[in-house]
């Protein structure tokens, strides 16, 4: 199945304009890789109110992200991303983004 990556227009703004590129391919490629492969780290986000949220970590530059994204059929939405790799904590921020 192919999947759709889409990015929030705010998200990589974290990061160095210069390496926007490269964080993005990085991050569609371990999203749709591990999507195909119905890959175990996948896990819902907790949150009361939204359903089909998700979240994974990436390795990109020898550093840990925890990824939050939105899966509807075979559209990624990516909105979030935080170096912060508690997940209970990271299920907060993602809560709070969302509201």
Same mark, same amino acid.
């Given at each position: ?10 998200l990589l703004k974290q990061f160095p304009q210069e390496e926007h590129f490269m964080y993005k391919e990085a991050i569609s ?10 890959? /175990? ?16 970590? $990436? ?9 939050? /994204? ?5 559209? $990624? ?16 921020? $993602? ?5």
């Amino acid at each position: 199945m192919d999947y759709t990556v889409e990015f929030d227009s705010e998200l990589l703004k974290q990061f160095p304009q210069e390496e926007h590129f490269m964080y993005k391919e990085a991050i569609s490629h371990k999203v749709t890789e591990y999507l195909e492969h119905n890959f /175990f780290r996948i896990k819902p986000v907790r949150t009361r109110s939204a359903k089909g949220i998700y979240e994974m970590k $990436v390795k990109i530059n020898k550093k840990n992200y925890r990824i939050a /994204f939105a899966l509807k059929k075979n559209h $990624v939405f990516i909105f979030y991303i935080s170096s912060n790799l508690q997940k209970i904590v990271f299920d907060k921020e $993602v809560s709070k983004k969302i509201k």
